[in-house]
């Protein structure tokens, strides 16, 4: 289940949750082929200063109640690995199953009060699981970190393995590394999986406890219980001046040491004292950094270089004081300081201050929204004129709500209470004519919205009726879904004994778990999303040009299924879009017309999928390589294309690429980013979105970040001609517009580097 990113041993840091609870009228994902993946309202959520790349957070060690000397982890026996595994250098290799253990624990369900061993009780980044087994592991004589992985060839593709590894196992634990998802698998984005966890350096010869099982329940194909292959690799720290991995997974500097790379968004850097040079943590005694640098005193406190005045800045170097770093590109992890109150963005001057809050044509923000936490300055645009949300957009005035266009970031200004998404006007009446004050969950505004019936489209301007949810039926369409019943197929289980309607079956197993009500199909019979669902082994394959309704097919037996579990992954003349360990879809191969969705053909070697609409495409070959700089519009003005243009790409952590593309009168944009066959090549938890600036190259248009099911959910596709989903690409004065590829930072998502990708880019005439 995609749950969780890397942490160190040190213990428990934070966690990528994949899941959270969505408002009664928000489309949510019913969890076919595309689970966890958050609904795109379009807004950019990109503010602020730009963010520490992040090196690795050292904690005490656990200091938790002492489970004895015994051999004993809880209630569970201990298996030794080092008399248990397989030696080779400095790898130990271990073939063990789960099943036993799941019998013996799991006789009826499963309970949270079976659980053998509980994750700490303050923490909620250790899942519960099932089938636990325990193991312990004694270091060498020479301290080291340890790199502990479920992911080899031994452990199957579905198994979705949980570890948890501490220096000392009760019970419940005190604290515990954990991880349930492998963040360094990035094969395909879909299915990974099996887990991984490396440690902080050890002293030689110390003992940490491995508790390994299922995570519960588990998720549409994956298993909770069964074989695994788990391997502990003993690492030596990297010594001052050597190479290491930024994110620890591999490469950790010894203690007293810090990985600090070249710039914020560096994979690699050199192993420096702690306190010595930017980006390294601050010493906890003083001076906590060495001359020239000042400790930042952040969630995680570095050491940082301090900007002149309009310098650039980033997590390495800060703004002087009174000044704000700006961003000017979404994505960007470098900005330009600029004086507080001088610019949209900037912060704010002091109630008081000569010259005012803001200079001449900016307001400071809570002028329009005295709840305002972060008080900017920003324009404001009148009622009835443009507004925008994010970078290069205006507030509208008070009394009116920004109301944008479909799945985009500009709009116009609306009086409240006239038209669906505005505010509610104060006094009665709060809404004009039919519309409703309703608020879509808790803390959520009061918005005047339509109420949408049972069983009907729910969207931004649709709320569904009580005792009903909004979840999505077509998956490239994040903005709009079906409310279903709770209890009813195409709803919310039901929390009483009959969860669900007969025939309909809940999702969940666990009557403490969420889930949809479905109707279960099997082989060769229709499914409908969200109402219905295949059962287990089968996949529904979507009928030509429907995004909503299939037929239940045998897993990895035509295109557009998934890939079988076990080898062969795919009957004969198909390819798996994934590999072993990853999962994906089967493939068959494409010679002229291909998928650039649904990943359901395979272009010929040296040939991507180019498409023509968001589910169209031909296969051809690139038309070449990105070519820097491309970071922002503004570098990428004068070569702008005007036909359909293919190019490959990597995005680095924080890199932004952009391409400048003419558009004829009334013309419309077409764009996707893929691994060139409609799969997406993001880091595991990471996401790649798409933004779409004006003419100006500063304002934005839109900003789309999950389009698709299977693969290519994590990765963005743009179609102008979709008017009800990308209208902020449609209908475009004639001019040259900007699309930027990203990878997503978030409060869920954090993605790494992707080495390799293929961005389409296509202008369109009128239709």
Known sequence: MNRFKYLSLALCAGAFVACSSESPSTPTDAGQADTGAATDTGNPTDTGTPTDAGTPTDAPRDAGADAGSGPRCGSLSLLNLNTAGMRSGTTTRYMGDTNAAYMAQVPTGRPTGRTPVLPPASNTTCTAMTGQIAMSYTTGAMPSSLRISTTNMGTPRNFDTVLWVTTRCATTLTAAACNDDDPDFAASSDRRVSSLVTTETLPANTTVFILLGGFYPPGTGTIDHGAFELTVVENVPVAMGGSCRVDGTADRCADGLDCVGADPGAAMGTCRPRGAVAGSRCRTSAPECD???????????????????????????????????????????????????????????????????????????????????????????????????????????????????????????????????????????????????????????????????????????????????????????????????????????????????????????????????????????????????????????????????????????????????????????????????????????????????????????????????????????????????????????????????????????????????????????????????????????????????????????????????????????????????????????????????RGVRDTNTNTGAVPDYVLTVAPQAAN
């Open 291 to 741: 001359t020239g640098l000042t400790c930042n005193n952040g969630t995680t406190p570095i050491c940082v270089n301090t900007a002149m005045p309009g310098g650039r800045c980033n997590a390495y170097t800060a703004c002087p004081t009174g000044s704000t770093c700006l961003l000017n590109v979404l994505g960007a992890i470098e900005g330009t300081c600029v004086a507080a109150g001088s610019a949209a963005g900037a912060t704010c001057r002091m109630a008081g201050s000569m010259g005012g809050q803001c200079d001449t044509g900016l307001v400071c923000s809570t002028t329009i929204d005295p709840t305002d936490q972060t008080p900017t300055c920003e324009r404001v645009s009148e009622v009835g004129m443009p507004c925008g949300v994010g970078i290069g957009g205006a507030l509208c005035p008070a009394g009116s709500t920004c109301v944008t266009v479909a799945g985009g970031a500009i709009g116009t200004c609306r009086a409240n209470g006239t038209v669906a998404r505005t505010s509610c006007r104060a006094m009665a009446p709060r809404c004009d004519g039919t519309l409703q004050c309703l608020r879509q969950g808790d803390g959520a505004p009061e918005l005047c919205v339509n109420r949408a019936m049972s069983a009907g489209t729910c969207d931004d301007e649709n709320y569904c009726p009580d005792m009903n949810t909004c979840y999505l039926t077509d998956l490239s369409n994040r903005v709009a879904g079906r409310c279903g019943a709770e209890g009813t197929a195409g709803g919310a289980c039901g929390t009483g004994t009959t969860r669900c309607t007969a025939p309909a079956m809940c999702s969940a197993t666990d009557v403490t778990q969420d889930g949809i009500c479905q109707n279960v199909s099997m082989e060769g019979q229709p499914c409908v999303r969200p109402v219905s669902r295949c059962g287990d082994g089968f996949t529904c394959v979507l009928n030509a040009g429907s995004q909503t309704d299939g037929v239940c097919r045998r897993d990895g037996s035509v295109a557009g299924a998934e890939c079988r579990a076990t080898e062969p992954a795919c009957d004969t003349g198909l390819n798996c879009g994934g590999t072993f360990l990853s999962g994906g879809v089967c493939q068959g191969a494409a010679t002229a017309m291909c998928d650039p969705l649904n990943g359901t053909t395979r272009c010929p070697t040296g040939q991507v999928c180019v498409l023509t609409a968001f589910n169209r495409g031909a296969c051809a070959a690139p038309t070449g390589m990105e070519m820097e700089p491309n970071n922002t519009p503004a570098a990428v003005m004068a070569r702008a294309v005007t036909a359909p243009t293919t190019l490959r790409g990597a995005l680095p952590f924080g890199d932004v690429d952009c391409v400048a593309v003419t558009v004829p009168a009334n013309g419309r944009i077409v764009a996707q980013v893929s691994d060139g066959n409609g799969r997406c090549p993001a880091p595991f938890q990471g996401a790649i979105a798409l933004d779409m600036y004006d003419t100006n190259g500063t304002t934005i248009r839109g900003a789309v970040t999950r389009t698709g099911p299977f693969g290519l959910g994590a990765c963005a596709t743009i179609d102008g001609g979709r008017a009800n989903v990308h209208a902020f690409a449609g209908n475009l004065a004639a001019g040259t517009y900007y699309v930027c590829a």
